[in-house]
């Protein structure tokens, strides 16, 4: 694909979800979710977004006034608002505790199913690979090796 090419299949088929969130802190959170329904094909409405990342009673609030976990949470719902079909998350929970951790990776489990989007979570937390269906480690530049897990364990189960 050339260039624009790819900035049109980004823009229709893939969400991202940031390390830092990269949220505007001038906007509440419903906000920040309609950003991307503006530009998206065929996308969530934000209360249906926030609500899906269990947010329904702080879509008014700004950043600043949210947990780093909620403003992960809004960072997922402004992702998956738009409906994609692959969502890359860069340690999605690199910033936030065990509890508030395993809360993120269970969203991200509930879109995988309830929207079937691929999840890719990129991540130095190796103990999140147990939840994962493949994993696949990277070394070097290069794939070192692929795990298949059989049976996943669930968000709540993953060792921190």
Not at 85 to 91: G, I, K, Y
Not at 95 to 120: I, Y
Request: glycine content about 6%; proline content about 4%; aromatic content about 6%.
């Amino acid at each position: 694909m050339n260039d624009r090419q790819l900035t049109f299949y980004r823009r229709e088929h893939v969400g991202f979800v940031f390390q830092f969130y990269n949220l505007m802190p001038s906007l509440t959170a419903r906000e920040n979710v309609e950003l991307v329904t503006e530009i998206a094909r065929d996308p969530l409405d934000a209360d249906t977004a926030l609500a899906l990342v269990g947010l329904k009673e702080r879509m008014d609030h700004f950043p600043s006034q949210l947990s780093g976990g909620e403003q992960q949470r809004v960072a997922i719902a402004r992702a998956v608002a738009k409906q994609p079909s692959v969502l890359f998350c860069d340690e999605p929970t690199g910033a936030l505790d065990s509890k508030t951790g395993r809360a993120v990776l269970r969203v991200l489990k509930d879109v995988n199913e309830q929207l079937g989007a691929t999840v890719l979570i990129v991540t130095h937390a190796a103990a999140t690979a147990a939840m994962a269906n493949r994993v696949i480690h990277f070394a070097d530049g290069g794939i070192r090796d692929i795990e298949v897990h059989e049976h996943p364990v669930s968000p709540e189960e993953v060792e921190w």
